[in-house]
């Protein structure tokens, strides 16, 4: 028998300490936070990777990710994952052993270099804790693409290697 996960109601709200309020999850944080297991804000910074790379390169796309596999950053990957169609049961993505947060998104003529801006990593790790990870992962949610990361666009060899950047 497998393990099912169970949700109920209050898991689809968080309570804002500050004000005391209870605040919805969006849906697609609900659905990322059932897929990973929980919600923090690498899972969430991951998902934006990931929209990002999908809007702007559709087709056929594979991923590098730079964070390597030690938690919590690696929770990056999952994220990305859910939300680029790169997954490592499809082979079209490959972790890197780098500790950044840091992905490349590409096809067979185009690079996407998606990295986190400096200070918001610090950030994170300085104020997340286990009490208000939901919350800091809901604000990054809310977060622009360009308030959190350095996007870098060019174009890419077939086999992912970088011909040129722009």
């Known amino acids: 028998m497998g393990c099912v996960l ?12 500050s004000s005391n309020v209870m605040v919805e999850l969006p849906g697609e944080l609900l659905a990322l936070k059932r897929f ?17 790379g999908r809007e702007r390169i559709p ?4 991923a590098v ?3 390597g596999s030690k938690r919590p950053l690696s929770c990056t990957i999952d994220g990305i994952q859910f939300s680029s169609s790169c ?16 992905a490349e998104f590409f096809d067979e003529k185009r ?3 998606v990295e986190l801006v400096e ?9 997340t804790t286990k009490d208000n990870e939901e919350l800091v992962a809901l604000d990054l949610f809310t977060a622009s693409y360009s308030e959190l990361f350095r996007i870098t666009e060019g174009e890419s060899a077939q086999s992912g290697r970088v011909l040129k950047l722009r």
């Open 111 to 113: 690079l996407l270099s």
């Open 59 to 62: 087709n056929r796309i594979s």
């Open 87 to 102: 997954t490592l049961g499809k082979n079209n993505i490959v972790v890197r052993e780098e500790n950044q947060v840091k």
């Open 36 to 52: 990973h297991g929980h919600l923090g804000p690498y899972v969430v910074i991951g998902y934006k990777m990931g929209q990002i």
């Open 65 to 67: 990710v730079f964070t």
């Open 119 to 127: 200070g918001i990593r610090e950030r994170i790790d300085a104020t």
């Open 6 to 17: 169970r949700y109920s109601a209050k898991d689809s709200y968080v309570r804002n300490r």
